[in-house]
């Protein structure tokens, strides 16, 4: 009966054990990573904004305006640790209930790195030649603070996300990365502009134009899990003509995260480090204790069974003298 027990104790040691050792180094960097379905709305707030009202065709100075992007995992486009998420971002005037810009994009990235890939439909403003690289939405799920690029839709190609120290964000000691996108001519055709809204004298005619795009950005990253907890972006975008003096002001914004956005990225981010800590380290740790102490318990019992075994023949076994 010892050496029945000490069997199982053993079979089961060894079990918990390998399931510990399968769980840190296969499970849980196979589980680890962006969700295929998601769901999340973020806003962004600007006060004493100036942007230019296309509707009313006049500038727009001390506004309040807020840019709330949804965000919607596409589950039936995902594979082979690729997710594909879309997604909407409105900018608005909010005491005016102005829709001052709408911005769509389709991304399709590797669950773990976040790196882009052309693939499953991935556009900006819905054209599918757009080639992306670098990060996107998703970051990596461990980032790293060097060789970090950013994919800016706005102007369509990477730019550099510099480690730029650590900070404290609503209680999670947070990597914070700094983004600067140069003043850059945006491709697209526009339509003419009056002279006059460029600064030319009353009655100019119309003239062709470029879009001119700068951005500062700050991210506060959790480096538990890769997730943004927090972020601020400084933009100004203007019309310049393509001959001649003269610009408009189209955004000149410095967005904040509001509150409740934070709380909720924070509340998030908190709930996926407690289960990578489960997958990476209480699981594979609880369960490899466990297999060793069974095997400590079960071996000498073993050991012990087959001693007597072999000390002891059974009446069978004996022989006649």
Known sequence: MRRIIGVSLVGTGAF??????????????????????????????????????????VPRTGATVVATNTVRGDPGSAHGGIAVWDSGTVVQDTARGTTIEIQKQRYAFDRRTGELRNCCGAAVQGDTGVRMSGVGLFWPVTPRKEGLELF?????????????????????????????????????????????????????????????????????????????????????????????PGRLVVADLTLRMTPESRRALAARSADGAGKIRLLRTAGPLAAGGAGVLLLAAGLPLTVRGGRRAVGHPSPSCTMEG
């Open 16 to 57: 918990l054990a390998a399931a510990g050792a399968l769980t840190r180094f296969y499970v849980a960097p196979t589980l680890i990573g962006a969700p295929a379905d998601v769901y999340q709305v973020t806003r962004l707030k600007a006060e004493n904004a100036a942007y230019f009202d296309a509707a009313a065709a």
């Open 152 to 244: 800016d839709p706005e102007t369509r190609r990477t730019w550099p996300a510099a480690f730029d120290g650590e900070e404290r964000v609503g209680g999670v000691l947070a990597y914070r990365f700094v983004q600067h996108v140069p003043e850059t001519k945006v491709t697209g055709e526009l339509p003419a502009v009056p002279g006059e809204l460029l600064g030319r004298r009353k009655g100019s005619a119309a003239v062709p134009v470029d879009r001119y795009y700068r951005a500062d950005a700050t991210f506060w990253v959790d480096p538990r899990t890769g997730a943004p907890v927090d972020q601020r972006q400084r933009v100004l975008s203007t019309l310049r003509p393509r001959e001649g």
